[in-house]
């Protein structure tokens, strides 16, 4: 039995729009879960300076999950009375616990410069050419080069991606097709994070939570096959999982007014008597 309900959502092509990033329609829907006392959970692709200063401007002061699954962020006196171990084992980074799944960056890079990949390097390549892959204005793709966990790639050559992928995970990492780009990064990904904060959260608080998931593309499809209610967010990526999971939600809008229809959706399918309180 589900006692209480969480968020866990995708951003880029899910509650960010593929193309400009706006997010302006999704706000009624943001403050109907803050209202409901329901915390909305980012676990997406993008790094740490990211979500901070993206939570920052949604007022949206939870926990979120970096960089594919690598690591869970939670402000640090979030879970006031829990004493699990796993926060007790936590690094700290400014105002942050940090829960570690995956791997160093360093241990990548070392991978990284032993393979010498056919590929463009987002976190090395030239700023100008980090802007035009992404679309990201330059403050903003210096937080995104900033990543502690994963390396974004790009191939041009299907059969140099594949092979590459193969030699990751021969060598005990992990890769994950995004929207953009193939993520190089630890074992991990968002649907093994996503559990174990939900497991941090039913510790602490002693109830069972159940999960509505929100993604766009295939990086997204661990954690929505894993989610209680999984919806699909119409975009350019999501069409190759329609067909996959036609028991997904899915929208008829794109992002971010599909973010919102689908938190719609996901709640008519809930019985929700009250909120979560987190500790």
């Known amino acids: 039995m589900i006692d209480r309900w969480m968020v866990m959502t995708d951003l880029d092509g899910t509650l960010l729009n593929h193309h ?20 909305v959970i980012f676990n997406s692709s993008k790094t740490y300076a990211e979500l901070s200063a993206l939570a920052q401007q949604l007022q ?39 829960i570690t799944i995956g791997q160093d960056i360093e241990q990548l890079n070392v991978f990284l410069n032993r393979i010498k990949p056919v590929a463009i390097n987002f976190c090395h390549c030239p700023l100008e050419q980090a802007m035009e892959l992404t679309g990201l204005t330059k403050a903003q793709t210096l937080l995104a080069q900033n990543r502690q966990f994963s390396v974004p790639l790009v191939f041009q050559d299907t059969h140099q991606e594949e092979a590459f992928t193969r030699q990751a995970e021969q ?17 991990c990904d ?35 096959e894993q989610a209680d209610i ?16 036609p028991q997904f939600i899915t ?20 019985t929700i008597n009250g909120g979560v309180q987190h500790g």
């Not at 706006?22 to 803050?34: F, H």
């Not at 970096?66 to 980074?93: C, T, W």
Request: charge should be neutral; include cysteine; hydrophobic fraction near 45%.
């Open 20 to 39: 400009n990033y706006d997010y302006q329609a999704a706000g009624p829907a943001l403050k109907q879960l803050a209202t409901l006392n329901i915390p």
């Open 60 to 98: 949206v002061h939870h926990p979120f999950i970096v960089e594919n699954g690598s690591a869970i962020f939670i402000p640090q006196h979030y879970f006031k009375k829990s004493s699990a171990q796993i926060l007790m084992d936590a690094q700290r980074q400014d105002d942050f616990l940090v």
């Open 171 to 187: 060598a005990g990492l992990g890769c994950l097709k995004g929207g953009r780009f193939l993520h190089l990064l630890g074992q």
């Open 190 to 224: 968002k649907g093994v994070s996503m559990n174990v904060l939900r497991d941090l959260y039913q510790t602490t608080c002693q109830q069972h939570f159940g999960i509505i998931a929100l993604g766009d593309g295939l990086n997204d499809l661990a954690m929505l």
């Open 230 to 245: 999984a919806v699909l967010v119409k975009s350019p990526s999501s069409a190759e999982l329609i067909a996959l999971h």
């Open 251 to 270: 929208t008829q809008q794109q992002a971010p007014q599909g973010w919102a229809e689908g938190v719609q959706a996901a709640l008519e399918k809930t």
